[in-house]
């Protein structure tokens, strides 16, 4: 049964930051681009950050925010800096590959202004 169970989200202060955690299981994880996406209310949800090789990020979030990855822990990061109100939203961590797409569940991101 595959897993991802997002973690870290809160309230934070503008400006402050917060790291979200995403632990994988079921699956091999070198096998999966990791990625997370987020959804704000009442928006479509949308790519944030994503890791296979290199890092990728949406043009909001570049040079505030940072993914890696830990292939020994079958962890997935996601460094958050410099929140704005923005930024304000459930983010979900997501796998994929050329056959299987995988989604956690979330987590609240609410950053107070």
């Known amino acids: 049964q595959v897993q991802l169970v997002e973690s870290g989200g809160g309230l934070v202060q503008a400006g402050g930051s917060l790291r979200l955690s995403c632990a994988a299981s079921?699956?091999?994880?070198?096998?999966?681009?990791m990625n997370w996406y987020r959804q704000a209310p009442g928006k479509q949800r949308e790519f944030v950050a994503g890791?296979?090789?290199?890092?990728m990020y949406a043009n909001s979030v570049k040079d505030r925010f940072t993914i890696s990855r830990d292939s020994a822990k079958n962890i997935v990061y996601l460094h958050m800096n410099s929140l704005t109100p923005d930024d304000t939203a459930v983010y979900y961590c997501?796998?994929?590959?050329?056959?299987?797409?995988?989604w956690g569940q979330g987590t609240q991101v609410t950053v107070s202004s």
């Open positions: 079921g699956i091999t994880f070198s096998d999966y681009s």
């Open positions: 997501n796998a994929r590959n050329a056959y299987r797409t995988h």
């Open positions: 890791v296979s090789g290199g890092g």
